[in-house]
């Protein structure tokens, strides 16, 4: 008997040992996910258009903007991260418990109108990328909704997960596309490094608009839920934040890759483009037809990417924000206004694409700068919510980091502001 | 007194917060900025009233008693030192707007998780009692500053009349606070929910409210919810557990699901609840353990009935009877000979209906649907579908009877599958 058991307690550690190392792996994947997810949904649709504007119409020069972006991009993620696993609760839960009901409804209603705008250009997106392979709009753009909608609704959180991580390495298609445009890398780094401003409007509204792209209202909401849906703790903060420094510098060296290639290629040969698209087609004569249909197809995965992402967030965070059901394990009896919201988000985002005679443009100007106004409100809220003793205990902001956040959002704040101003002009 | 020319039954607490207190010639002496109440049986009454001055900025209480409601106004005929003392909380008592209000609570009579818009009182007498909690949209509204707006435009154009969505207090269970949750067993309401509905309710809450929740429970409950709660969520909640707290929960829970939740944990934590428990449960559980979670040996529980041919049913039926509460299977009794080969069944329904001194070798089944330790889910439940039996007996390669599988085991694993 004794024998027996011995036996038995070598199998039960061979057992638990197994289920380890197999766990460490999937613990790992599970910490780096939202971070990651997060940072490259940001690279959107308006993204990439912002990027390849800015590459085309001012050649390297912008470049070295990437390096203060992706300081503030992981100054304020990491402030959202550490919300999440402190509080366990997301963004919209802690403005609604911290600041009331009339603040948080108001808020709502701009977040909502914000991310649709958000969600027309991705739709566009997908539009535009699919035209470069000769697709029409009316085949493309509901055929998007239709993939969108039945990935979340009928997927489960996991199968959907692996799909986002799947689409985040796509994105490796603007890196090989960079490399097919034979940079000159002396040229790129000295460009990175030496930053230039030039004091014409169009070049600041263009830095304000590379900025703005990267850090998006929406962004801070989704972030802190989905580290509060993996139930991170306290204890797996260091992964935490390792993943959302990792997702900030992914973003930005997509960004960079795109810039560049837009720079050394559209620039030096002087041609103007109005759009992502024009930057794909623009770039079959310079860098050949693969270069372009690369660029092409990295333009409908981000715009399916975050065309999935932001109607769910967009449903889930205001339904926390109301304590409304919100999940996607409920029928849609149970849970009417989150589904109701996430049809509403996919329906309008992909109707007003087809739409005749649709004035696009304005739509996407316009939501940018609704979310211009909308993210000093959100980075304020952040601070102050961070620095509440009540909800972070010890975790609040070192003075240090209250420098250095306050001094990051000033800036931010000051910069969508003068986009705003600008913008309205 | 002045006489309240309108009685007013009912006040929401958005439209008591912020107002201005003023004595009897009309003179502003604060604002109200929060209530503080005692939580007392079957509703809680208001004590005190967060006065902020205009004079001094520190805030004080002043009892509700004190003060009147003329025409909708909170008058204090006059403001004497005794009334103010510091605001500190008494035994019982939590600021409402604190706790309450914007926070989420449960409802335990619907089963849900819901966010708390207004709270609704009543008056009576000189007191004001919180009877309602407002989780409705005209609550979010009201809130919001638009409730009257709205009104009018459902009424003018569609001809609808928003109601409110109010729950009583008696089915209100309050989360935000500790203390609210560590009252007295009879008085934790999360305790009347069914086990099923109580897991869907942790599953939804954050990380830190699901664990205040959980050591609430008395140990029973706690182990039937936890059994309901998806396997995840249960490593969480233990491991926030000490392990002794821990075992005394487990020892509960049917034994496969004890072992498929100590295989999840972390070795050592594993090992630190298990050290805790009585050795012939560990022993169970350890045996358990060695099974993969996806096969036979993986889905059955040690924990089952078995006799002896030569036992007969009146015995049978008194050894049921003394341990049918420890046993996770008693609607079958397996017949065994002394080297535990499976040698018959016999119902639940057949031993009671058996005179009591026929032997079991009588009374048995000898045909007996049986799988084998490494059988698949799948098979198994082919099994279940076409017998329909309740449990199913695990063998190994010479017929000894290993354990058993309970259908409803079977089902949570099977079930996700299901619907797709």
């Known amino acids: 008997m004794t024998v027996n058991l011995s036996k038995m307690k070598t199998n039960i550690l061979q057992r638990i040992f197994r289920r380890k190392a197999w766990r460490s792996l999937g613990l790992f994947f599970a910490l780096i996910g939202p971070g990651i997810i997060t940072s490259n949904v940001d690279n959107d649709a308006g993204g990439i258009t912002t990027y390849s504007l800015a590459g085309a119409e001012f050649g390297l020069s912008l470049l070295w903007i990437l390096i203060p972006v992706t300081l503030a991009l992981i100054i304020i993620q990491e402030m959202c991260a550490r919300m999440g696993v402190v509080s366990g609760k997301g963004l919209s839960d802690l403005i609604r418990e911290r600041f009331g009901a009339q603040v948080t409804f108001y808020l709502m209603i701009v977040l909502f109108l914000a991310n649709l705008g958000n969600t027309v250009s991705e739709f566009a997106g997908v539009a535009a990328s699919m035209e470069i392979f000769g697709v029409s709009k009316y085949i493309s753009v509901p055929l998007g909704a239709i993939f969108v909608w039945w990935l979340v609704v009928k997927g489960s959180y996991k199968s959907v997960e692996k799909v986002f991580l799947v689409a985040c390495l796509f994105y490796l298609s603007y890196i090989i596309s960079g490399f097919m445009g034979k940079p000159d890398w002396g040229e790129i780094r000295s460009a990175l490094l030496t930053p230039q401003l030039r004091f014409n409007p169009p070049f600041l509204t263009m830095a304000v608009g590379v900025i703005g792209t990267t850090i998006a209202p929406w962004m801070q909401f989704y972030l802190q839920s989905s580290v509060v849906d993996k139930g991170l703790k306290a204890d797996d903060y260091q992964y935490t934040r390792m993943d959302v420094i990792f997702g900030s510098l992914t973003v930005n060296i997509v960004a960079f890759f795109i810039i560049m290639l837009c720079a050394i290629t559209l620039f030096h040969s002087g041609i103007k483009i109005e759009s992502a698209k024009d930057a794909a087609l623009a770039l079959a004569p310079l860098a050949g037809k693969y270069c372009s249909w690369l660029f092409a197809f990295g333009l409908l995965n981000a715009s399916l990417f975050a065309a999935s992402i932001l109607p769910l967030s967009t449903a889930y965070t205001i339904c926390e924000a109301f304590g409304w059901e919100s999940s996607l394990n409920r029928k849609f009896a149970e849970a009417p206004q989150f589904y109701g919201l996430y049809a509403l988000m996919i329906f309008l985002g992909a109707g007003i694409i087809l739409l005749p005679d649709m004035p696009l443009i304005p739509i996407m100007f316009y939501s940018q700068v609704v979310n211009g106004v909308l993210l000093p409100f959100i980075l304020i809220f952040m601070l102050l919510l961070i620095n509440d003793k009540r909800i972070m205990g010890r975790y609040t902001n070192s003075l240090l980091m209250n420098i250095v956040a306050w001094l990051t959002v000033a800036a931010l704040i000051f910069l969508s502001g003068a986009m705003v101003f600008v913008s309205l002009k | ?420």
């Open chain 2, 1 to 420: 007194m002045a006489i309240n020319s309108e009685p007013q039954v009912f006040l929401f607490l958005s439209r008591i917060l912020g107002k201005r207190i003023v004595d009897s010639e009309d003179r502003p002496l604060g604002k109200i900025m929060d209530l503080a109440a005692s939580m007392v049986e079957p509703y809680p009454y208001v004590t005190d009233v967060l006065l902020c001055l205009r004079s001094s900025k520190e805030p004080f209480f002043l009892p509700w008693q004190r003060i009147t409601d003329v025409n909708g106004k909170f008058v204090v005929p006059s403001l004497m030192s005794g009334d103010i003392r510091e605001p500190i909380l008494r035994e019982g008592e939590v600021l409402l707007k604190d706790t309450l209000l914007d926070k989420q609570v449960v409802d335990t009579n619907g089963a849900k998780v819901l966010r708390v818009n207004d709270l609704h009182f009543l008056k009576a007498k000189n007191s004001l009692l919180l009877v309602h909690v407002d989780v409705g949209f005209s609550g979010l509204m009201r809130r919001v500053g638009l409730e009257r707006p709205l009104r009018i435009f459902l009424r003018w154009f569609f001809d609808y009349t928003l109601s409110h969505q109010l729950i009583s207090w008696m089915f209100i269970q309050a989360l935000s606070s500790p203390d609210l949750l560590r009252l007295k067993v009879a008085q934790n309401r999360l305790s009347r929910l069914h086990p099923a509905d109580l897991a869907d309710i942790i599953e939804e809450l954050d990380i830190y409210k699901r664990t205040a929740v959980f050591q609430s429970l008395d140990v029973e409950t706690a182990a039937e919810t936890l059994e309901e709660t998806n396997p995840k969520i249960q490593v969480s909640l233990i491991e926030d557990m000490e392990p002794a707290e821990a075992s005394d929960i487990i020892k509960e829970m049917p034994l496969s699901e004890a072992a498929d939740l100590l295989g999840d944990l972390p070795k050592e934590k594993a090992e630190d609840i298990l050290r805790e428990m009585e050795e012939d449960f560990a022993e169970d559980v350890r045996e358990l353990l060695v099974h993969p979670e996806e096969k036979a040996g993986g889905l059955m529980t040690t924990s089952f009935l078995s006799f002896l041919p030569s036992v007969t049913a009146g015995e049978a039926m008194d050894f049921v009877r003394r341990e049918a509460e420890d046993v996770d299977l008693v609607y079958y009794l397996y017949v065994i000979d002394e080297e535990e080969h499976l040698l018959g069944v016999i119902s639940l329904r057949d031993l009671l209906t058996a005179p009591s001194q026929v032997s079991l070798s009588e009374l048995m089944h000898t045909r007996v649907v049986s799988v084998g330790l490494n059988e698949k889910k799948g098979q198994i439940a082919d099994h279940f579908a076409k017998y329909g039996l309740l449990a199913i007996p695990v063998v190994d390669e010479t017929n000894k009877i290993k354990g058993v599988i309970i259908f409803k085991n079977l089902l949570e694993v099977v079930a996700p599958q299901l619907g797709k």
